[in-house]
């Protein structure tokens, strides 16, 4: 995807730094700690996963619209019984779009509502014994 968003600025280079435009997406990867880049794509990986599944195409995931996101955290606030799960989700999807160049919508009003609703509902849910 990195190549898709930038290859016409690549093309623009001289062949010595379009050479080395290859490092940039390795680079990006390392942007976070080796645990957290794993979590991320992990949890990316099953936000992908849930857009076949429910029979969007892979440009719903990347890139993903604002309801495509506030949709997917809704189905996870429904079947988590933790907010790890909807927190490592969010910033998954927030951290792929930025490391390709794309805009994310993790940060709209819609999204962003969802989220915190889904942290009250998830924080407040009591295990009877």
Not at 100 to 115: R, W
Request: hydrophobic residues 40%; proline residues 2%.
């Amino acid at each position: 995807m990195f190549f898709q968003t930038y290859g016409q600025d690549i093309q623009q280079l001289s062949e010595p730094l379009a050479d080395k435009a290859g490092l940039l997406p390795e680079l990006l990867q390392k942007s976070r700690a080796v645990s957290t880049a794993k979590k991320y794509e992990s949890a990316f990986a099953r936000f992908y996963r849930w857009t076949l599944g429910n029979s969007l195409g892979s440009e719903d995931a990347l890139p993903a619209r604002a309801l495509t996101v506030a949709m997917y955290l809704a189905s996870l606030i429904q079947n988590s019984n933790s907010c790890n799960s909807v927190i490592s989700a969010l910033y998954a999807i927030k951290w792929f779009h930025e490391i390709n160049g794309l805009q994310s919508q993790t940060d709209s009003k819609l999204v962003t509502n969802i989220f915190e609703s889904g942290k009250r509902i998830i924080a407040k849910q009591t295990v009877k014994k």
